[in-house]
């Protein structure tokens, strides 16, 4: 993976990260905190979605939902944790 892949991939962390913590409206961690949820989440959805056989398509924008979906489902795990 070269740079110019891990800024690509950084960026599309953080636009997921910040949808994520619009769609999951009242929980979520500023954001600094959503970008590295996107993040995590990015790299969530690109082991689950395969390994289900899901497949958007390819492209930035493909991308960007893959990794708002993988964020989501991590705020969403990280709420049900905390409320346990």
Sequence with gaps: MGIESLI???????VAGW???Q??????FGLLGNIVVGIVGAFIAGFL???LGISLGSGVIAAIIHATI?????????RLIKQA
Aim: proline share 4%; net charge positive.
């Design 8 to 14: 690509v991939f950084i960026l599309i962390g953080a």
């Design 19 to 21: 949808l994520a913590g």
């Design 23 to 28: 769609l999951v409206k009242g929980y979520g």
């Design 49 to 51: 979605f395969p390994a």
């Design 70 to 78: 993988g964020a989501v489902i991590l705020l969403v795990l990280i």
